[in-house]
Structure formats: C-alpha cells, structure tokens
C-alpha cells in the first residue's frame, strides 16, 4: 500500500470545521495544516479519532526555530487508510508552550520531551517534561539559534 497524502476534501472539510484555527499550506507533498496553537489539542483529537480521518499513528514529531516563533510538527499516518498529514503549530518565543498530544499518541512522549530538552517547548499536560538528552541543570537548549555553544577550557 503506498503512502498517500489526505485527501484535498478532507483537508477542506477539516478547515471548515475550525474556520479560522486551521489553514491549508504548501501543495502537493508539501502540503501541510497550520493550526492555531489554543486548537491544536481538538484538531488532534479530530483526526486520531474521527471516522473519516482515523490517523493512528504518529510517525514523527520535531520543531523548527525560526526567527519570530517555534514551529512544531507532526507527521501522522493512517494505518487502515495509508494516508499521511502533516500538521504544523506555531507558539510564541516569549512563553513556548503547546499542549501534549500523549493522550492521542502515547508514542509523542519522547519526542515531545526532545522537543522540551532541546529547543524549550513546554508541552502542558505532559506527565513526565524533563530534560532527556542534555543533564538537567543545563541552563540552555542547544537547538535555539541563539544558543551559542562555548568550549570547555582545558585544566591544566
């Protein structure tokens, strides 16, 4: 079964359900969904759990930094339908936050704590947000492009 984008239909009926909080981007296999951040978590719910979408997979999760918001994204797949969406959030610099989909997809709790770890999203309603690649006490996220990495200095 080959991987197929939704449907343009689905797309359009899931824009008109959030009128202004979800908006088509890009075209072709670069097409994707931006949702406002304050609808993320009902969009989500929509496609994981609607009949018509049914998307049971999250493949991927990752965020770009980009100069006036972070973006995160999401990959989903639907097994029975051999679908993929792409949809894409964007939050503030200031205050990075975005709710959790773990209860859609136990499968983001990794990933959104990379996410946490490395650029500094803050994913309210994860249950377990700690630091998973860099030590705890590390006072920056080195994905930030305005992090700036220094050296140790050599003892000796």
Request: contains cysteine; glycine residues 6%; charged residues 20%.
């Amino acid at each position: 079964m080959s991987k197929q984008m939704l449907s343009s239909e689905l797309m359009v009926g899931l824009q008109e359900k959030y009128l202004q909080d979800v908006a088509m981007i890009g075209d072709g296999f670069q097409q994707a969904l931006l949702v406002n951040s304050q609808c993320l978590l009902p969009v989500m719910n929509t496609v994981k759990k609607d009949f018509l979408y049914q998307f049971d997979m999250l493949s991927n999760l990752t965020a770009v930094d980009y100069v006036e918001y972070f973006e995160v994204v999401y990959h989903l797949y639907s097994l029975s339908l051999g679908q993929a969406l792409t949809v894409k959030s964007r939050c503030s610099k200031v205050d990075p936050q975005l709710s959790s989909v773990i209860g859609c997809w136990p499968s983001a709790e990794f990933q959104e704590r990379e996410v946490y770890d490395l650029l500094g999203i803050h994913f309210v309603g994860h249950p377990d947000l700690r630091r998973i690649l860099m030590p705890e006490d590390f006072p920056y996220h080195p994905l930030r492009k305005d992090y700036t990495f220094t050296p140790r200095k050599e003892k000796g």
